[in-house]
Every structure is written in structure tokens, then in C-alpha cells.
Nanobody, 122 residues
Framework: QVQLVESGGGLVQAGGSLRLSCAAS????????MNWYRQAPGKQRELVAT???????NYAEFVKGRFTISRDNAKNTVYLQMNSLKPEDTAVYYC????????????????WGQGTQVTVSS
């Protein structure tokens, strides 16, 4: 069993900052890529940022220079530091992890967090 618990969402004024966290627990051997997605009402879920097991990062164009993804392997946790927030960043943010849960046979799982609401007021 693998559980992802997200936290850090809330209400902030435009220009402010929030830090999201997503902690994984359960039967985990290793975590490969860790991702953040977001979904606003009436819109498709979109990829925000990705970090690999080696620490390489990629960002959607609309958050480059404002958001930073990082990971703490000892805590099985991924973070999303969000600065210079804009009203259009308002959405439910979901973490998404690719996990290795068993070694033999090798089992790869894709797991989603429950989502955390981020609201940016103007």
C-alpha cells in the first residue's frame, strides 16, 4: 500500500508565495520521477513541473522562473515552491509519483495525491 499526502495549499494574494509538500509512505523501494500537476475548474489537468531521481528538473512554460520543484529522498517528499503567484495559478494541485514497489518482480506504479487547493486573489 502506498499513500501520498499533500499539504501547503491555501489562499494568498497575487505576488505572494506558497510551498506545497507531498509525502509518500508505504511499501516503497525507490521513487523515480516526481511530478506536480494542476487543474482549474473547467480546464484540463496540466503538468507543472517534474524532477527525476537524479535531480533533473523540467517546468511548464507558464511557471518558469517562478516555481521550483525539489525533493527530499530521506523523507520521500517532493516540494513545490511557488513565488510571484498570479490569479491564473488558482487550481487544485496534485502530486504524481512513479514508484518502484517490489524488486522481484520489478513493479512500477504511478500514484496520485489527493490534491490541495491553491487560490490566488487579485
Amino acid at each position: 500500500q502506498v499513500q501520498l499526502v499533500e499539504s501547503g495549499g491555501g489562499l494568498v494574494q497575487a505576488g505572494g508565495s506558497l510551498r506545497l509538500s507531498c509525502a509518500a509512505s508505504g511499501s516503497i523501494i525507490s521513487i523515480n520521477s516526481m511530478n506536480w500537476y494542476r487543474q482549474a475548474p473547467g480546464k484540463q489537468r496540466e503538468l507543472v513541473a517534474t524532477i527525476t531521481s537524479g535531480g533533473s528538473t523540467n517546468y511548464a512554460e507558464f511557471v518558469k522562473g517562478r516555481f521550483t520543484i525539489s525533493r527530499d529522498n530521506a523523507k520521500n517528499t517532493v516540494y513545490l515552491q511557488m513565488n510571484s503567484l498570479k490569479p491564473e495559478d488558482t487550481a487544485v494541485y496534485y502530486c504524481n509519483l512513479w514508484l518502484i514497489t517490489t524488486a522481484a518482480p520489478r513493479t512500477v506504479r504511478n500514484t496520485w495525491g489527493q490534491g490541495t487547493q491553491v487560490t490566488v486573489s487579485s
